[in-house]
Nanobody, 115 residues
Framework: QVQLVESGGGLVQPGGSLRLSCAASGIIFSSYSMGWYRQAPGKQRELVAHIASGGWIKYGDSVKGRFTISRDNAKNTMYLRMNSLKPEDTAVYYC?????????WGQGTQVTVSS
C-alpha cells in the first residue's frame, strides 16, 4: 500500500533551521507531484511548497526565500529545507503525493519554533 512517512520535525529556536524528509513507498514516485502543507492549531491547512514531477516549483508566500523544496527520485524522497524559522512557522507539516487522480497524505511531523 501507499505510505508517506515524514521525519525531521522538532523544536527549534527562532532563526534556526530544520530539514524535513518525506519517504514514499507504494507509488511510482517520479510520476507524482509532491507537496508540503502545514496546519497550525485553529487554522486551515495551507500549502507550503509544491514540486511537480517535471520539477516545476511553487512556494507559499509566507515561506518564499526561506524554505527550499527538493526531491530525489532515486531515493523516493522529498525534502524541505527550512531556514530563518519564525514562531509563526509552528505547525504540523504534512507531505502529499498527487498524480491528478489520487491524493495521498503522510501522518505529519510537528515543527515548533520557540525560544
Amino acid at each position: 500500500q501507499v505510505q508517506l512517512v515524514e521525519s525531521g520535525g522538532g523544536l527549534v529556536q527562532p532563526g534556526g533551521s530544520l530539514r524535513l524528509s518525506c519517504a514514499a513507498s507504494g507509488i511510482i514516485f517520479s510520476s507524482y507531484s509532491m507537496g508540503w502543507y502545514r496546519q497550525a492549531p485553529g487554522k486551515q491547512r495551507e500549502l507550503v511548497a509544491h514540486i511537480a514531477s517535471g520539477g516545476w516549483i511553487k512556494y507559499g508566500d509566507s515561506v518564499k526565500g526561506r524554505f527550499t523544496i527538493s526531491r530525489d527520485n532515486a531515493k523516493n524522497t522529498m525534502y524541505l529545507r527550512m531556514n530563518s524559522l519564525k514562531p509563526e512557522d509552528t505547525a504540523v507539516y504534512y507531505c502529499k503525493a498527487t498524480n491528478g487522480s489520487f491524493d495521498y497524505w503522510g501522518q505529519g511531523t510537528q515543527v515548533t519554533v520557540s525560544s
